[in-house]
């Protein structure tokens, strides 16, 4: 069965210090990609997505996340953690519909 | 600024009862989703409607149903609630695209808590 996996979902980062959530998928061939964010008490946001174009990929508030294909992963990264990082993230694969990830809860720490 | 609307931010309703989840979206989008949110186990989807009239059971379909009388709206259904349908509830729109498969766009949430 496809799967997306999202380990360690409670995260800690300090203000400042680069923030690295991974995201690895079960598939047998390249999927469309997304990671999403959920601040409290609202909506999920779309941060970026993967759909075959460059395999790295910029999104809103400094994140970016790289394709590996041999990997089958789709890291998020941020260079310098802010406050207002603060929130869920879910990682989320299409194939036939969405399938997601059960989430990070990323705590930023002054 | 495209929207997704939920009637309700938060409800409380007794087991047995009937309730309604209703969903607006102002992007005349022809997909429409319906998710529920609980800890530990991501999103989970329920039923989706790729146009007026039709839908399609997803991962957990069962008790609900679901109502698409209207391309903006996109009603979930809870024929006689359950204290395991306790959770936050999502609702999502995306434009076709050839698929299920464009950015969705998602509301702010119902929390149901059923007693």
């Known amino acids: 069965a496809q799967s997306v996996t999202q380990l360690d979902s409670h995260v800690s980062v300090s203000e400042g210090t680069p923030v690295l959530l991974r995201c690895n998928y079960s598939s047998s061939y390249s999927p469309s990609l997304f990671w999403y964010v959920q601040h409290p008490n609202k909506g999920l946001q779309l941060l970026l997505k993967y759909t075959s174009a460059a395999t790295l990929v910029k999104g809103i508030n400094g994140f970016e996340a790289e394709f590996k294909k041999s990997e089958t992963s789709f890291h998020l990264t941020k260079p310098s953690a802010h406050m207002s990082d603060a929130a869920e993230y879910f990682c989320v694969v299409l194939w036939d519909r969405l399938a997601f990830g059960k989430g990070n809860q990323v705590v930023v720490i002054p | 600024d495209v929207k997704v609307t939920q009637s309700s931010r938060y409800l409380v309703k007794r087991t047995g009862e009937k309730v309604f989840l209703e969903c607006v979206q102002d992007?005349?989008?022809?997909?429409m989703f319906w998710y529920r949110q609980d800890p530990g186990l991501g999103l989970r989807l329920i039923y989706f409607s790729y146009d007026v009239k039709m839908k399609e059971k997803g991962d957990i379909p069962e008790g609900y149903s679901v109502s698409r009388e209207k391309k903006e709206r996109f009603s979930l259904i809870l024929e006689s609630a359950s204290t395991n349908q306790t959770s936050m509830y999502l609702c999502?729109?995306?434009?076709?695209?050839?698929?299920?498969?464009?950015?969705?766009?998602f509301g702010p949430g119902t929390r149901l808590t059923v007693l």
């Open positions: 999502a729109s995306s434009s076709r695209g050839g698929r299920v498969n464009n950015e969705q766009f």
């Open positions: 992007m005349d989008h022809e997909n």
